[in-house]
């Protein structure tokens, strides 16, 4: 996702002389409604990742009596770092979008600071101008191009103290057992089938693919700087 100034659902941009002199060289590029979309969307991947691993615990533990030998407890082994795997999974999603909440209050907060500011400055050069011409409304913006320094510098601060992203966990690495050896009775050759057709694909965000996709992600995927913070879209 890119940023997009006056994206529909942002803070609209302003506008005007007293604005260029006072609030823009401040105002944010990033777009929060692309901040809160990206934070549903890794809401929904938390729910997608917890239902796999759900499913897979189930399986490992339904499907422990149907093999035997090494090839069986390997398999349960990795069954078990699947699992992992995907807890993982889930606990880096939901800190991606914990990230990507807490950038969308500064940034949208920022913004209706910044636009309060462009107003009062709008109204001073207006009544500076009328009186003094254009040389007194440009001396009249200093205040305002104070405070809305002031605003920025507290926004980093929100910003530096948002918790970092989790990193994405590695993906289960290991053969898959073929020497298993099936219990007793004599449905197990199915059964074992059916478990690993069952268990062995991993949903959307998790594969190993992802994983290149997503490396190194420390901040809210969203494209768009931050005045000198960078965000870069990873999504992939």
């Known amino acids: 996702m890119a940023a997009v100034i006056n994206n529909p659902g942002d803070v609209p941009r302003p506008s005007g002389r007293a604005s260029s002199l006072t609030v823009l060289p401040y105002w944010p590029s990033i777009s929060e409604t692309d901040l809160q979309a990206l934070a549903e969307d890794r809401r929904a991947m938390v ?3 917890s239902g796999y691993a759900g499913t897979v615990h189930k399986e490992m533990t339904n499907g422990a009596s149907l093999l035997e030998g090494q ?3 390997a398999r349960i ?4 770092k699947m699992v992992d795997h995907a807890d993982g999974g889930s606990d880096y999603f939901k800190s991606t979008a914990t990230a990507a909440d807490s950038f969308k209050a ?3 907060g920022l913004k209706t600071d910044l636009s309060r500011v462009a107003d009062a400055a709008a109204e001073a050069w207006d009544t500076a101008q009328s009186s003094g011409g254009t040389s007194a409304a440009v001396s009249a913006m200093a205040p305002f191009e ?3 320094a002031t605003l920025y510098s507290t926004a980093l601060g929100d910003i530096a103290a948002t918790p970092a992203v989790l990193p994405i966990p590695e993906a289960p690495v290991g053969e898959s057992p073929s020497t ?3 219990a007793s009775h004599e449905s197990a050759n199915n059964d074992e089938k059916q478990l690993a057709d069952g268990t062995t694909e991993e949903p959307d965000g998790l594969a190993a693919g992802d994983n290149a996709d997503e490396k190194g992600s420390t901040d809210p995927s969203v494209g768009g700087s931050f ?3 960078v965000v870069v879209d990873r999504r992939g």
Not at 77 to 80: H, N, Q, V, W
Request: aromatic share 0%; proline share 5%; net charge negative.
């Open 180 to 182: 298993a050896e099936p």
């Open 146 to 148: 104070a405070e809305a």
């Open 47 to 49: 729910e997608s990742v």
């Open 106 to 108: 500064v940034v949208s």
């Open 227 to 229: 005045r000198g913070v």
């Open 71 to 73: 090839g069986g407890e």
């Open 77 to 80: 082994a990795l069954m078990r």
